[in-house]
């Protein structure tokens, strides 16, 4: 597939699960990698076109493995994590899409909630974008609509960074329409699939969390 040279994908620290979502969504992307995210351009057989960070979590093996890649180097006291000064780079270079690759779960739950927080904050700019783990999807809920390719039966939530006015789900188990979710319910947790899923919002902040691959919701 030709490479888009407006979508990029980050390599960021957590969890990776290779499966062909994951595959599908990174083809074509241009790449940027973010400290030990680097570990994942060997699973997805790519060559990031930046490496940056303070790499205190990059182990010498993957130094060597990559040390072709041009680096950018940040001193361990800096106000931004890697992830975001590799956002930041990426827009330098033209984003318009970003996909984040390892930014859901892993050791630092600080960091997966940050990254989550940071994709709305970059949807409200006009960026389009998607967080994975592979079989963890997550894509920002602002005001307006997106739908979700999800096939039936699989696993969504939709927890809230605020109160939510004029919620619309639709073609889910669940379905809600013009609905006013108070900030810190509970409503929109664990809701199934019926194809794809179509969300509007009226005002508000949310993520959309979705498990593709988690059918228990038959």
């Known amino acids: 597939m030709p490479m ?10 957590g ?8 595959r599908a969504a990174v083809s074509g992307s241009r790449f940027i990698a973010a400290d030990g995210g680097m570990r994942h351009a060997l699973a997805l057989d790519v060559r990031p076109e930046l490496w ?15 040390s072709d890649i041009p680096r950018k180097p940040y001193p361990a ?3 931004a994590t890697d992830g975001e000064i590799a956002v930041s780079e990426a827009i330098a270079r033209g984003a318009t899409r970003l996909i984040l690759v390892g930014a859901l779960s892993g050791d630092r739950s600080d960091h997966a909630l940050q990254h989550l927080i940071y994709a709305v904050s970059l949807a409200e700019t006009g960026l389009d974008v998607l967080l994975t783990s592979g079989t963890e999807e997550a894509v920002p809920l602002i005001t307006g609509t997106i739908t979700l390719d999800l096939p039936k039966n699989s696993l969504f939530s939709v927890p809230a960074f605020s109160e939510l006015n004029g919620l619309f789900i639709e ?6 329409k013009s609905f006013h979710l108070p900030f810190g319910s509970s409503r929109t947790i664990s809701n199934v699939a019926e194809g794809p899923v179509r969300f509007s919002l009226e005002n508000g902040r949310a993520i959309v969390l979705a498990r593709p691959y988690d059918l ?3």
């Open 4 to 13: 888009s040279q407006s979508t990029f994908t980050i390599l960021l620290g």
């Open 15 to 22: 969890e990776l699960h290779m499966t062909e979502r994951l």
């Open 52 to 66: 940056v960070g303070d790499f205190d979590s990059t182990p010498d093996d993957l130094t060597a493995a990559f």
């Open 77 to 79: 006291a800096k106000a």
């Open 171 to 176: 073609n889910a188990r669940y379905p809600l």
């Open 216 to 218: 228990s919701g038959v």
